[in-house]
């Protein structure tokens, strides 16, 4: 089996806007701007995109299973897959994707998002067990080849 390479993930976390239900966020997210955005980032490179919606419904889920954390109450997540920066640089810089993101501004509240990047290490995918060897030992590389990230030439275009 070849050992695992590096992917980097992007993720964002967002609010509704005050006055817009569930519904009206859940419903322009997924079948508005998720598809639109899916399309722009195919364009760029990105492995993977997808929205995880945090509902009250799931927020409540997870508060019944008595958790010893505590519960994220944003709205969604966002999360972008890739192999380096580059292709983000470049969604920034496009048009229709700072288009759709002025779309978005009446939905959410992007004075709360926070973000995060880091590297993804998969140990099961599909129900199967992957990137592990077998002797039942790591196939991801060491912590040294994976924290070894050249920070950005230049940052994001302004597409808020």
């Excluded at 927020?59 to 969604?76: E, F, G, V």
Aim: proline residues 3%; hydrophobic residues 40%.
């Amino acid at each position: 089996m070849a050992k695992a390479e590096r992917v980097l993930r992007l993720s964002g976390t967002y609010y509704r806007k005050e006055g817009i239900s569930e519904k009206e966020f859940h419903d322009f997210l997924s079948h508005r701007h998720g598809v639109e955005c899916a399309k722009i980032h195919a364009k760029y490179d990105i492995l993977k995109y997808q929205m995880a919606f945090n509902a009250s419904a799931t927020q409540a889920l997870a508060k019944s299973m008595k958790l010893p954390y505590q519960i994220n109450n944003h709205d969604l997540e966002i999360e972008y897959y890739f192999k380096n920066v580059d292709p983000l640089l470049a969604i920034s810089a496009d048009e229709d994707f700072k288009a759709l993101h002025v779309e978005c501004e009446p939905y959410v509240d992007l004075t709360t998002t926070t973000v995060t990047l880091a590297w993804i290490e998969m140990y099961l995918e599909d129900g199967k067990l992957v990137n592990i060897n077998a002797e039942g030992k790591s196939l991801q590389p060491s912590f040294e080849e994976l924290s070894d990230i050249k920070v950005a030439d230049k940052p994001v275009s302004k597409y808020y």
